[in-house]
T-cell receptor
Framework: AQKITQTQPGMFVQEKEAVTLDCTYD???????LFWYKQPSSGEMIFLIY??????QNATEGRYSLNFQKARKSANLVISASQLGDSAMYFC?????????????FGGGTRVLVKP | VTQTPKFRVLKTGQSMTLLCAQD?????MYWYRQDPGLGLRLIYF???????EKGDIPEGYSVSREKKERFSLILESASTNQTSMYLC????????????FGNGTRLTVT
């Protein structure tokens, strides 16, 4: 089974609107962390936001927020007030606890195109 | 995190070393490959110079970490299915620490 699933390969969003990128994960660990990265066309991977499995509050970083629903094993990224510069690939990733905690496992990504 | 070269074209059967260097004194270093629709897949990772461990797709690759700040990915005999974007990353610790990525090496094997 896929550890991280991003079901939206691509999506359009109107400038200034909010967009939600879906991410579901699969783990039997109680302790784990979820990360979101942005990859613009220039290729660099930019860390956006982190959510720990024991965090009681949903993580927020500026215009980015994470809608964490633990029981549903989902960690959706919400980008508010989209800007043209938000056009990029977005990756969800998970670090599990225990011996697997050395690595991040990534989803397949969602390409976002912001329209003016 | 600095990766060299940025681009390379190889012929099948040739060997190559992809270089990665970080100046942040990070303990952990990683090699991923990125392919469309598959996201990033882990090839190898390393903790300091003491430990190297296979990731999810290590076949056809080996690694070297002779110094803490450098982590090399070695293709002994390149094949066309190794055509990909290769990303190196580093991290100071586990837990909530994100990975810091280089800008990648685009490799084409013909």
């Amino acid at each position: 089974a896929q550890k991280i699933t991003q079901t939206q390969p691509g999506m359009f969003v109107q400038e200034k609107e909010a967009v939600t990128l879906d991410c579901t994960y699969d783990t039997s660990d109680q302790s784990y962390g979820l990360f979101w990265y942005k990859q613009p066309s220039s290729g660099e991977m930019i860390f956006l936001i982190y959510q720990g499995s024991y965090d009681e509050q949903n993580a927020t970083e500026g215009r980015y927020s994470l809608n964490f629903q633990k029981a549903r094993k989902s960690a959706n990224l919400v980008i508010s007030a989209s800007q043209l510069g938000d056009s990029a690939m977005y990756f969800c990733a998970m670090r599990e606890g225990g011996a697997a905690g050395n690595k991040l496992t990534f989803g397949g990504g969602t390409r976002v195109l912001v329209k003016p | 995190v600095t990766q060299t070269p940025k681009f390379r074209v190889l012929k099948t059967g040739q060997s190559m070393t992809l270089l990665c260097a970080q100046d942040m004194n990070h303990e952990y270093m990683y090699w991923y490959r990125q392919d469309p629709g598959l996201g990033l897949r882990l090839i190898y990772f390393s903790y300091d110079v003491k430990m190297k461990e296979k990731g999810d797709i290590p076949e056809g690759y080996s690694v070297s970490r002779e110094k803490k700040e450098r982590f090399s990915l070695i293709l002994e005999s390149a094949s066309t299915n190794q055509t990909s974007m290769y990303l190196c990353a580093s991290s100071p610790r586990l837990g909530d620490s994100p990975l810091h990525f280089g800008n990648g090496t685009r490799l084409t094997v013909t």
